[in-house]
Structure formats: C-alpha cells, structure tokens
C-alpha cells in the first residue's frame, strides 16, 4: 500500500485568506490524485481531481501536481467559514482500483 | 437519484455478536468499494469490488467478509464482533475505478 502523507494541521486561517494544503506521496507510478472534502460527521465528497503536471482551477480550488517531486497541493482561495472541513487527499495508481487515502487536513476559517 | 445508500445509520453491538452493513447504490457503477475510518484517521480499504461475483481484499478484510450478487448491492458481514472494530464504515461507488462517491456512513460500537 502507497504512503500519502498530508500536513498534519490544523490549519486555521482568516476569512478571505488562502488555505494551502499539501500531499505527499511514496511512488512514482501513482497517476490520478484527489482532493475530497469531509465535513464533521459526514461522508468525503470529491471535490477535485488531477490527472497532469500543472495546476488545475475549479471556482476557489486550485489543485497542483508536481509528479516529479510526487507532490499535490490544494489551495482554497478567498476562504469562507464554510470551508472549514478536513481534506483528504488520495492517490491512485494506473490500472489500478484502490485509492490510497491521507490522514487528511483540518481547515479552520475563522470569522 | 438516491446516490449510495447505506443501512443502519448507528449501531451497538456486544462482542462476538454479527451483524450486515448494508450498501446499495442505484448509479449501475461497476466499482464498490467498503472503508473504515477510525477517529482522526484517513480511509482504510477493507474491500473492494469491480463486478458483481468479482470481489477481493483491501488493505484492512481480516474480521469481515464481503459478496457481489448484483450490480446494486454490496453488503459488508462482520463475524464475531470485536472492538477493535468499533468504527465509522463507509461504503462508495464508481462508474471508473478512480471517482468514489461515499455513501452517508454506518458509526459502529462494539462493546
């Protein structure tokens, strides 16, 4: 089973700050990378995906990949109270069917 | 769309009694995956699925056995319950074997 670390937090950030999350993982032949989002008490839902080198912007979310240096980020841009959830990061390898999953982020926005 | 699907929501259980956590998803994905997450923990695989009769083990099965009759339904049985499993289970579905959507989750307590 791949190692995916994550910065072990918790972050908290202010209002309207960047939030800057990182993922790090154990092997080269990993290819698809995910960011999903777990509120307290609920279930993860994916809210990006990486598949190439570079970044990828969806709204506030910014996922970058760096295959290289086996590295993913999340940046959340201008964040809101809303945000404050734990983010997991997960990798998968080619032809592969399980994802490996990070001990995951707690992001705190603070009012 | 319900999405997934999972029953019961709570449950407490005494060591050494059994019991099936139901999962059921109505997206006619082909992938199903069940997971464990203990407290500021990330996912652990427990099994997974690519088809129904086609089942096979995650990083965490030793407790539980899994089966795949229909596309639909992937129930989880845990044989002689132990607190050591004593945790949140989440079930998820994919059309391809990387986009996993969670079901709600079952908090399981054994005591």
């Known amino acids: 089973q791949k190692e995916v670390e994550q910065n072990s937090g918790p972050l908290s950030v202010p209002e309207g700050a960047i939030a800057s999350l990182n993922c790090t993982y154990s092997?080269?032949?990993?290819?698809?990378f995910f960011w999903y989002r777990q509120y307290s008490g609920k279930s993860p839902e994916l809210i990006m995906s990486?598949?190439?080198?570079g970044d990828k912007e969806d709204g506030r979310f910014t996922a970058q990949l760096n295959k290289a240096s086996q590295y993913v980020s999340l940046l959340i841009r201008d964040s809101q109270p809303s945000d404050s959830a734990t983010y997991l990061c997960?990798?998968?390898?080619?032809?592969?069917?399980?994802?490996?999953f990070g001990a995951g982020t707690t992001v705190t926005v603070r009012a | 769309n319900a999405g997934v699907t999972q029953t019961p929501k709570f449950r407490i259980l005494k060591i050494g009694q059994s019991m099936t956590l139901q999962c059921t998803q109505d997206m006619n994905h082909n992938y199903m995956y069940w997971y464990r997450q203990d407290p500021g923990m990330g996912l652990k695989l427990i099994y997974y699925?690519?088809?129904?009769?086609?089942?096979d083990k995650g990083e965490v099965p030793n407790g539980y056995n899994v089966s795949r009759s229909t596309t639909e339904d992937f129930p989880l049985r845990l044989e002689l319950a132990a607190p050591s499993q004593t945790s949140v289970y989440f079930c998820a579905s994919s059309y391809v074997s990387n986009e996993q959507f969670f079901g709600p989750g079952t908090r399981l307590t054994v005591l």
């Open positions: 092997d080269r032949v990993s290819q698809s």
């Open positions: 997960a990798v998968i390898e080619i032809d592969d069917y399980k994802l490996s």
């Open positions: 990486i598949y190439s080198n």
């Open positions: 699925s690519v088809g129904a009769g086609i089942t």
